[in-house]
C-alpha cells in the first residue's frame, strides 16, 4: 500500500531556518490532508490539516501547501526550532462514512542548535 | 488540554492468550478508532467505531479482533488468540465528527511471545 509517500526519511536544519516537509499521494479521491508530529513513547500529536478545496493553509510556525494537480503537499515549519525535533507523518483520508486515515512513512526532522 | 488516554503501556502476553487494550477517548468525541504500527512500518488503520457500531474495518481486522464500548467512556480492543505478528504499538484515536482532526493516545506496545 504506497497511496502516501514521504520519500525522506530525515532531515536536518539549523535553527531558526525553515523546514520543509514533503508528502505525495496516489488517490485522486483523497480530500483532506494532516500532518501530525511523533516524540518518542507518544502518539501522533495534530498540527495542521488541509481541505482539498484549499492549497494553503497557516497556523503559526507551520504552514501546509497542497498541489492537488502534483498530487503533493508539503509542511513548512519557519522558524525551526529544536523542541521541532521529531518524526513527521503525512495522512489522508477520503469522504467516507468514517475518514480513516493512510499514513506516509514518516520523516525525522532533527533541529540544530 | 483534554486527551486519549490508553492503558496498559506496555502489554506482554503468550502467543495464543486473549488481550484487551484499554482507551478513554476525548469524553465528547463520537468517533473512536484503533491503529497498529508494527515496528518499522506505516501506522495502519484498524477499525472505526461510531454510534456503538463499527463503521469501517480494515482487512487487518478479522475475526480475532473485536471493538466495545462497554459503558459510554471507555472503547476496548480484543484480541482473541494472539500471533506472534499482532506485536506492535497500538493507538487508540478520537474526533469530534468524522471530518474533524483525530486525537491520538500515546499507544499500547503489545509484545506477544
Known amino acids: 500500500d504506497q497511496q502516501v509517500k514521504q520519500n525522506s526519511p530525515s532531515l536536518s536544519v539549523q535553527e531558526g531556518r525553515i523546514s520543509i516537509l514533503n508528502c505525495d499521494y496516489t488517490n485522486s479521491m483523497f480530500d483532506y490532508f494532516l500532518w501530525y508530529k511523533k516524540y518518542p513513547a507518544e502518539g501522533p500529536t495534530f498540527l495542521i490539516s488541509i481541505s482539498s478545496i484549499k492549497d494553503k493553509n497557516e497556523d503559526g510556525r507551520f504552514t501546509v501547501f497542497l498541489n492537488k494537480s502534483a498530487k503533493h503537499l508539503s509542511l513548512h515549519i519557519v522558524p525551526s526550532q529544536p523542541g521541532d525535533s521529531a518524526v513527521y507523518f503525512c495522512a489522508a483520508s477520503v469522504p467516507s462514512g468514517t475518514y480513516k486515515y493512510i499514513f506516509g512513512t514518516g520523516t525525522r526532522l532533527k533541529v540544530l542548535a | 488540554e483534554p486527551e486519549v488516554t490508553q492503558t496498559p503501556s506496555h502489554q506482554v502476553t503468550q502467543m495464543g492468550q486473549e488481550v484487551i487494550l484499554r482507551c478513554v477517548p476525548i469524553?465528547?468525541?463520537?468517533?473512536f478508532y484503533w491503529y497498529r504500527q508494527i515496528l518499522g512500518q506505516k501506522v495502519e488503520f484498524l477499525v472505526s467505531f461510531y454510534n456503538n457500531e463499527i463503521s469501517e474495518k480494515s482487512e487487518i481486522f478479522d475475526d480475532q479482533f473485536s471493538v466495545e464500548r462497554p459503558d459510554g467512556s471507555n472503547f476496548t480492543l480484543k484480541i482473541r488468540s494472539t500471533k506472534l505478528e499482532d506485536s506492535a504499538m497500538y493507538f487508540c484515536a478520537s474526533s469530534v465528527k468524522a471530518e474533524q482532526p483525530q486525537h491520538f493516545g500515546d499507544g499500547t506496545r503489545l509484545s506477544i511471545l
Open positions: 469524553s465528547n468525541h463520537l468517533y
